[in-house]
C-alpha cells in the first residue's frame, strides 16, 4: 500500500514561519527607520510596530524550531490532487484581480463568473457568458446606479459614458 503524495505538513510549517519572520523583519526595519522609543509627546510612530513585528520573528522561531523538531513525523497537508484544486481557483481569481485596473472590475468580474461556470460547473460556452454577462449588469446597476458607488471602471465603461 503506497502512501499518498503530497506536500508535508513540515514543509508548509517552515515556510509559513519564513514567511511571518520575513514580514517581522520588514516591519523592524521600517519601524527603525521612522523611529521608535519614545519622544517628547508620547511613544514615536513606529513603536507598536517594532514591538508587533519582534513578537511576529519570535512566534516564527518557534513555529520554526518545532516544525524542524517534529519533520520526522510530519503528516500529509495535501495531496497535489488537492492542491491543484485550489489552484484552480486560485489563479483564475488572481488574474481577475491583476485584471481589474485594466478592465475594470465589471468585464473582469463578467469573464470570472463565465470561466468559473464552463470550467468548474460544466456549463456551455454560451449559459457560462450568459450569466457572467447578466451578474456584471446586476452588479452593475446595483453600484452604479442604485448606491452611487464608483467602482474601477475600464475602457468598455468609458465607452459607454461611465
Known amino acids: 500500500m503506497s502512501a499518498e503524495r503530497g506536500l508535508r ?4 510549517e517552515v515556510g509559513t514561519a519564513l514567511a511571518f519572520a ?3 523583519a520588514a516591519a523592524i526595519g521600517d519601524s527603525l527607520r521612522i523611529g521608535t ?8 510612530s513606529g513603536t507598536f510596530p ?5 513578537i511576529l520573528i519570535a ?9 524542524v523538531r517534529s519533520r520526522a513525523e510530519s503528516g500529509l497537508f495535501a495531496s497535489w490532487a488537492q492542491l491543484r484544486l485550489v489552484a484552480s481557483v486560485l489563479v483564475p481569481t488572481a488574474v481577475y484581480v491583476g485584471a481589474i485596473p485594466f478592465t475594470g472590475i465589471y468585464v473582469a468580474s463578467a469573464a470570472l463568473v463565465a470561466w468559473f ?3 468548474l460547473g460544466g456549463f456551455g460556452w ?6 457572467g454577462l447578466a451578474v456584471a449588469v446586476a452588479c452593475f446597476l ?6 452611487l458607488v464608483q467602482l474601477p471602471k475600464g475602457p468598455l465603461e468609458t465607452w459607454l459614458g461611465y
Open 9 to 12: 505538513m513540515g514543509v508548509v
Open 22 to 24: 520575513l514580514a517581522g
Open 37 to 44: 522609543g519614545w519622544g517628547s509627546d508620547g511613544p514615536k
Open 50 to 54: 517594532f514591538w508587533i513585528g519582534l
Open 59 to 67: 512566534a516564527s522561531t518557534a513555529t520554526l524550531v518545532q516544525a
Open 117 to 119: 461556470m464552463h470550467r
Open 126 to 131: 454560451a449559459r457560462s457568458a450568459a450569466a
Open 142 to 147: 446595483l453600484f452604479e446606479i442604485w448606491f
